[in-house]
């Protein structure tokens, strides 16, 4: 199953899906977890922009980034982006954890971690 998670640093759980850099792609299976590919975030944008058109590709940026992945893992996310990826049949997961990807993926999988 692979899994994204939003960053900033390419290490931890970025606070908000829309402004993070980057995405961590994990495989995660067989009580095992780990990162096979780091993704730009193409539809990156910061809020508050002048009419924000021509300064994001706006969300299918990162849809077509995340289309073979089964779950997205996100602290914080905005409405149309949850609509946006759950149209691209990409299911999206709010976590109340933040700190290490990677420690959060392998939570989740466990169970450990509650959405």
Known sequence: MKIAIPTNDGINLSAHFGR?????IFEAGN???KLVETRMNAGCHGHGLSDGAAEHPGHSGFVEALRDCETVLCGGIGAGAVEALKAGGIPVVLVEATGNAEQIVTAFQSGALRP
Do not use: K
């Open 31 to 33: 009580g095992q977890v």
């Open 20 to 24: 993070c850099r980057q995405f961590l």
